[in-house]
């Protein structure tokens, strides 16, 4: 047996500190998310909360962790010897072939891989940009459980609670079975309910989420499948409620939306979960799924492989996204891409008092807040490389005017130094322009709540003009702009003084003091709405947000330690409490 080269050793060696690291982040990974279910029994909100801010800091922490201790242990010259690489690779492959979570492992490599070296050092040769795990895996353990009603929907709901139980009982179970039942009837035309090959597929693992928990799954016949999601929620003192029983594809991809916190669930092999997901929302792209479950740096990897592919096999060009231009952002876009990217420009409009340390900061920190269903989850890359025959040419000659110091060219290459990619959605404002009298008022009614969900969960948007929310496909109003946001408890909400004099009235300057964190609601008005008909529509549905002691009362609530309720489904026939 030929002997192996000391570079051939020291490349395995390498590959096997990558991959035991990965193991201490996925076993760190697990104990996190394992602890979901009894932070839910126990109706522990604040702990669930703090719980998915660790987990989402928990990769970068152990990246570092596994950068330093590879640092540590081996000479430079061994390690940083990019030659060497492509073997540290092919040895890493022979270590995760025979995996459950072989492509999660990937894209730890490639972090790792990121650590160390340069980004003009990426490559397929080194990394993995794209994959080298099989599209079609070999069959393993089964992760579901099937149900067969036989014509009889209330055993079938009933054998499903008995198997799905938790350490404090349901409150109602009688109860909320016959309403389960009411609503699967409504929900399905009447022969399916009937049909003998109708079957129920459940994920066996619970899905918890902020002060949720869920059932994941699927209703199928020989000829058709609808999802199914059922959510429980826990009233501390009351037990468990069953809360609702969804089959509509357009309510479930809601509660997987990209405005969402990430769930917590016990996944053994994420391939097939994914793939368990994606049949039954076949409109997510799977990066967004990966993203809905915790792994949001695959869910990184995932996005960008569709994007250079998307670039590859297309004639799209990138151009400046619609809408009124940001005094801080400049956005682009690819008109056959849903997704717009957001660099920081070199100078900022005279009227923000903010810099570029920090826009980067309060971009990061809406990772690890609850984003309530109404702030568009993010991705931040760093140099990324794209075909200047991509970009249209006012697009690229207005970037490099506002952002030189983050966008390059070299050669026929675009280099853009850092950016956040988010969903792309219809600004608010350009919506409410082409709306009927109807769509205006039901925008008009969720931007409202928008507003009043994101400050019961403690963000305060700061900058609340119609042109930073957004309109998704499912109609729902999303804040995207975050250069502004800060925690609302640190705002101090003021009434106006009453002016003291006749001249304070009609003085041009405010005859009272402001500080830098003073927020006066009263203002509002002209400054939200130029429109005057909205305006008055808006005071209609939501004038509390005009006056500061709502603002008040929601910050002594969240310093009493309520955590509020923001539920992502409709709740047929129950109180919104």
């Known amino acids: 047996m030929p002997q192996q080269t000391?570079?051939?050793?020291?490349?395995?060696?390498?590959?096997?500190?990558?991959?035991?690291?990965?193991?201490?982040?996925?076993?760190?990974?697990?104990?996190?998310?394992?602890?979901?279910?009894?932070?839910?029994?126990?109706?522990?909100?604040?702990?669930?909360?703090?719980?998915?801010?660790?987990r989402i800091n928990l990769y970068e922490e152990k990246v570092g962790e596994v950068t330093t201790r590879l640092r540590a242990t081996f000479d430079a010259g061994a390690l940083l010897d990019i030659q060497s690489w492509p073997l540290v690779k092919s040895a890493y492959i022979s270590l995760i072939d025979l995996?459950?979570?072989?492509?999660?492992?990937?894209?730890?490599?490639?972090?790792?891989?990121?650590g160390l070296f340069s980004h003009d050092l990426i490559s397929d040769g080194c990394?993995?940009?794209?994959?080298?795990?099989?599209?079609?895996?070999?069959?393993?353990?089964?992760?579901?459980?099937?149900?067969?009603?036989?014509?009889?929907?209330?055993?079938?709901?009933?054998?499903?609670?008995?198997d799905y139980r938790f350490s404090e009982p349901y409150a109602d179970l009688a109860g909320d079975l016959q309403r389960l039942e009411a609503q699967l009837r409504e929900n399905l035309p009447d022969w399916v309910c009937k049909d003998p090959d109708l079957n129920v597929e459940l994920f066996s693992s619970v899905l918890y989420r902020n002060k949720g928990a869920y059932l994941v799954g699927r209703l199928y016949t020989?000829?058709?499948?609808?999802?199914?999601?059922?959510?429980l929620l826990h009233r501390e003192g009351q037990g468990i409620r069953i809360d609702a029983l969804i089959t509509d594809e357009a309510d479930v991809s809601?509660?997987?939306?990209?405005?969402?916190?990430?769930?917590?669930?016990?996944?053994?092999?994420?391939?097939?979960?994914?793939?368990?997901?994606?049949?039954?929302?076949?409109?997510?792209?799977i990066a967004e799924l990966y993203t809905s479950i915790g792994f949001y740096k695959h869910g990184k990897s995932e996005f960008y492989r569709a994007l250079i592919n998307h670039l590859a096999s297309?004639?799209?060009?990138?151009?400046?996204?619609?809408?009124?231009?940001?005094?801080?952002?400049?956005?682009?876009?690819?008109?056959?891409?849903?997704?717009?990217?957001?660099?920081?420009?070199?100078?900022?409009?005279?009227?923000?008092?903010?810099?570029?340390?920090?826009?980067?900061?309060?971009?990061?920190?809406?990772?690890?807040?609850?984003?309530?269903?109404?702030?568009?989850?993010?991705?931040?890359?760093?140099?990324?490389?794209?075909?200047?025959?991509?970009?249209?040419?006012q697009c690229l000659a207005e970037l490099l005017e506002v952002a030189a110091g983050t966008v390059e060219v070299e050669g026929d290459t675009v280099l853009v130094r850092h950016c956040w990619t988010e969903r792309r959605m219809t600004p608010l404002n350009l919506y409410l322009e082409n709306a009927n009298e109807a769509q205006v008022r039901e925008a008009l009614e969720d931007y409202g709540l928008a507003i009043k969900q994101l400050a019961a969960a403690n963000i305060f948007p700061?900058?609340?003009?119609?042109?930073?929310?957004?309109?998704?496909?499912?109609?729902?109003?999303?804040?995207?702009?975050?250069?502004?946001?800060?925690?609302?408890?640190?705002?101090?909400?003021?009434?106006?003084?009453?002016?003291?004099?006749?001249?304070?009235?009609?003085?041009?300057?405010?005859?009272y003091s402001i500080g830098p964190l003073d927020v006066f609601p009263e203002e509002f008005p002209p400054f939200l709405f130029a429109d005057a008909g909205q305006r008055r529509l808006f005071d209609e549905l939501h004038g509390e947000l005009y006056n500061a002691d709502y603002w008040k009362g929601l910050q002594e609530a969240i310093r009493a330690g309520k955590v509020i309720d923001v539920f992502p489904y409709r709740r047929k026939g129950l109180d919104n409490e």
């Open 6 to 54: 000391p570079a051939i050793d020291t490349a395995q060696s390498i590959a096997k500190m990558i991959l035991d690291g990965f193991d201490d982040y996925r076993e760190h990974f697990r104990q996190i998310t394992d602890g979901a279910r009894e932070r839910f029994e126990k109706a522990q909100w604040q702990e669930a909360q703090a719980a998915s801010a660790a």
């Open 99 to 114: 995996r459950f979570d072989d492509e999660l492992s990937e894209t730890w490599y490639n972090s790792i891989f990121c």
């Open 127 to 162: 990394m993995f940009i794209h994959t080298t795990r099989p599209s079609l895996r070999r069959a393993r353990a089964a992760q579901t459980r099937t149900y067969k009603p036989q014509g009889q929907l209330a055993g079938m709901l009933e054998q499903i609670f008995s």
């Open 222 to 231: 020989r000829d058709e499948q609808w999802p199914l999601v059922i959510p």
């Open 254 to 285: 809601i509660i997987f939306s990209f405005t969402r916190s990430y769930f917590m669930v016990d996944v053994p092999v994420p391939a097939e979960f994914i793939g368990f997901l994606k049949r039954i929302l076949p409109g997510k792209h």
């Open 314 to 393: 297309t004639d799209d060009q990138f151009i400046m996204a619609p809408g009124v231009r940001g005094m801080v952002m400049s956005v682009f876009t690819l008109p056959g891409f849903n997704t717009v990217f957001k660099i920081i420009k070199d100078r900022f409009s005279p009227s923000k008092n903010v810099n570029r340390a920090t826009v980067i900061e309060k971009y990061r920190l809406v990772k690890s807040v609850d984003r309530v269903g109404r702030m568009a989850d993010t991705q931040e890359f760093a140099d990324f490389r794209f075909p200047l025959s991509k970009f249209e040419p």
């Open 462 to 511: 700061g900058d609340m003009l119609l042109k930073n929310f957004g309109v998704t496909r499912h109609g729902r109003v999303v804040f995207y702009d975050y250069d502004e946001i800060c925690f609302l408890t640190e705002a101090n909400f003021r009434h106006i003084p009453a002016p003291r004099t006749p001249e304070d009235e009609m003085a041009s300057e405010p005859w």
